[in-house]
């Protein structure tokens, strides 16, 4: 069954409009999100130190006098009302400059991201490992990747049904019994039951090699 893809909300939809998970979005279920409270805490108190309180060697100092897990209850339990609010400051600004820094690097990322695959799909032919492969319109595919031809795809719809997952690969080169994709070899595989956690958290499953051939 044939999936499309909206970018506005960048959703997934079959042809009977069910909802498809993005491949991304399942992974991340598995990634440890990062604390920024703590860890910017944690480097206000370092800049706080090294800045105010002795240098260098005294952040050094009381990191492994307490060690580093510990230094932000070391801090609440040590400082004084005024040297907490000083450090509330500082971990105030390195919030803002991590945020500016982050939407910066996506908003760059993006841009890097939408050249590279115009320049790929400007280009009728191109050499992966040796080999000259032919750049392959999506409409080519129809979807039926039993029936895929062989050559380079940019930005190929992938999905399984059983799964309700879907995705886009941002180059694969399909050369049988091989899918190449983003430079890894993977196998054409056949997908029984949903991925486990365990099955995730192995790395077996990654990405796009998330196919059904």
Do not use: C
């Not at 800045?51 to 070391?74: A, C, F, H, Q, T």
């Not at 115009?118 to 595919?141: A, L, N, R, S, T």
């Amino acid at each position: 069954m044939k999936v499309t893809f909206e970018e506005k909300g960048h959703k997934y939809t079959d042809e009977v409009g069910d909802s498809y998970t993005s491949v991304t979005t399942l992974i991340d279920k598995y990634h440890k999100p990062f604390d920024i409270k703590y860890w910017s805490r944690y480097k206000a108190i370092q800049k706080w130190m090294t800045d105010y309180k002795g240098g260098e060697s005294e952040w050094l100092k009381i990191k492994r006098m307490v060690g580093y897990k510990s230094i932000n209850r070391w801090f609440e339990g040590y400082a004084k009302p005024a040297e907490k609010i000083k450090v509330s400051e500082i971990q105030t600004q390195i919030i803002k400059d991590w945020l500016y820094i982050g939407d910066t690097a996506r908003d760059e990322g993006h841009d890097l991201h939408a050249k590279k695959e115009m320049g790929w799909k400007k280009e009728m032919y191109h050499k992966v490992d040796g080999v000259i492969h032919v750049m392959k319109p999506q409409d080519m595919v129809d979807y039926d990747f039993a029936q895929i031809p062989d050559g380079i795809y940019s930005e190929l719809l992938i999905y399984v049904n059983e799964w309700k997952l879907a995705g886009q690969a941002d180059l694969v080169v399909v050369d049988k019994p091989y899918i190449d994709i983003d430079g890894a070899p993977v196998r054409f595989i056949v997908p029984t039951p949903l991925p486990t956690e365990a099955m995730l958290e192995q790395h077996l499953l990654v990405d796009f090699s998330l196919l059904r051939i």
